[in-house]
């Protein structure tokens, strides 16, 4: 009998195990001076001074759900969550806005730059180890200086952030080379050594367009595609060839996209390697020396390398679960943001998997963020059964959205994206 035919044999347990592939934190904005090089404490001041902070779920009195972890830990626990991979959300030192959404610093941003991020990592290392086995912090890197990249996640690694490495984005045009550039071996060298986790996030790598009417709205519309890039950028680079060890999770970008995106990638793959294969196209010309270079296809390589971050999983992205791959969706709250599930995260379950076997569901929910990120599932079982969610709750549809609630899990009329 397999471990899978032995799981659905078994009778399931009374609630879930939930483990959000998706939350942020940060530290208040002064308390990042203690966690930067002396040498920077007075170019902090002066920028702590004249920084106001524009983002309300950073202000006061829900801004401490960042920071403060004995109540984001009661928070999560009464949400049924048990357990959390944290990437960042407040503002770092030297930086405009969140550091996932910034631009790629110009040579004379980056120095401070990079000392703002190094002091986000290691408060993250410190605010992880306040819960032991229960959060996966992610790690941030600059692209302008690989070797320092490098250095960075070894350093981070060691101190015991499990959550991975955060990949900035590259939009066209930046002062850094494309995501699919061999100049990146080093990096994706050094993940696949140590087994970090490649995390590329939505929102993070489009350009900059303004504050008008019209630019907020393109954004919303394009923002997903371009955090969608780093998929075929690595995939076509051959990134996956040369580092085969190395793993890519794609997260808060939805994941309907996925089973389209990979029959569009698979077919240029193979117009474009026409020439190779002696079958010539069209496009083959365009394809010259590609098939050497990346090895598999992309659908081959999402197979074998490749994760969804699946945020708030809505119901029409269910049906397409065993195209993404069942092992591959890993479910996330987006904890604190107001697009997250919190304090709805049972009727957000309830919304997507009503209905499903216990063993898909568990997987989603926890079972593969647990493996894909290290936790130990079997500890965070003994606490999910005092406060996860039940099974038999999750099982029943749920007939309207909670009064109030703000996710998209709930939104009507949900359709597949293109992107």
């Not at 009778?11 to 920077?40: K, N």
């Not at 630019?215 to 085969?244: I, N, Q």
């Not at 943001?337 to 997507?352: F, I, N, Q, S, V």
Request: overall charge negative; aromatic content about 10%.
């Amino acid at each position: 009998m397999t471990d899978r035919q032995d799981r659905q044999d078994t009778a399931p347990p009374e609630r879930y195990t939930v483990v959000s592939a998706d939350c942020h934190a940060g530290a208040d904005l002064l308390d990042y001076r203690p966690y930067l090089d002396p040498r920077h404490h007075e170019d902090f001041d002066a920028w702590a001074a004249t920084y106001v902070n524009p983002f309300a779920d950073l202000q006061a009195p829900e801004a401490d759900r960042n920071w403060d972890s004995d109540r984001r830990l009661a928070e999560l626990e009464q949400d049924g969550i048990v357990a959390e991979v944290v990437f960042p959300n407040t503002v770092p030192p030297f930086y405009p806005s969140t550091s996932l959404t910034a631009a790629v610093p110009t040579p004379e941003e980056y120095r401070l730059r990079w000392a703002g991020l190094q002091a986000h990592n290691r408060w993250m290392a410190d605010f992880c180890s306040l819960a032991p086995g229960r959060r996966a912090g992610t790690f941030q890197v600059l692209l302008n200086d690989v070797d320092a990249a490098v250095a960075e996640v070894r350093r981070c690694h060691a101190a015991g952030l499990t959550g991975g490495v955060v990949l900035p984005g590259v939009p066209p045009g930046s002062p850094v080379p494309e995501l699919y550039s061999t100049a990146y071996d080093p990096l994706w060298a050094v993940c696949a050594e140590l087994g970090v986790p490649v995390n590329h996030h939505g929102g993070s790598a489009g350009p900059v367009l303004g504050e008008e009417p019209a630019a907020r709205a393109v954004f919303m519309v394009e923002t997903t595609w371009f955090s969608h890039r780093a998929l075929w950028h690595l995939v076509f680079g051959g990134a996956f060839r040369r580092h085969p060890g190395l793993r890519l999770v794609l997260t808060e970008q939805g994941s309907g996209w996925i089973p389209g995106v990979l029959d569009m990638l698979d077919y240029y793959h193979g117009r474009l390697v026409g020439a190779a294969t002696r079958a010539a196209t069209a496009e083959s010309k365009f394809g010259a020396g590609l098939a050497e270079a990346m090895g598999a296809g992309p659908r081959a390589v999402w197979e074998s390398n490749c994760f969804v971050g699946a945020s708030f999983m809505r119901a029409h992205e269910v049906p397409l679960r065993e195209r993404i791959g069942l092992d591959k969706i890993m479910w996330g709250s987006d904890f604190p943001h107001d697009e997250g599930t919190w304090p709805y995260t049972t009727e957000a379950l309830r919304t997507a998997y009503a209905g499903l076997p216990y063993h898909e569901v568990a997987a989603m929910v926890g079972g593969n963020a647990a493996r894909v990120y290290g936790f130990d599932l079997p500890a965070l079982d003994a606490l999910a059964a005092k406060t996860g969610p039940l099974v038999s709750d999750v099982a029943q549809p749920l007939p309207t959205p909670p009064p109030g609630a703000t996710s998209p899990a709930f939104a009507k009329g949900g359709s597949v994206r293109v992107w």
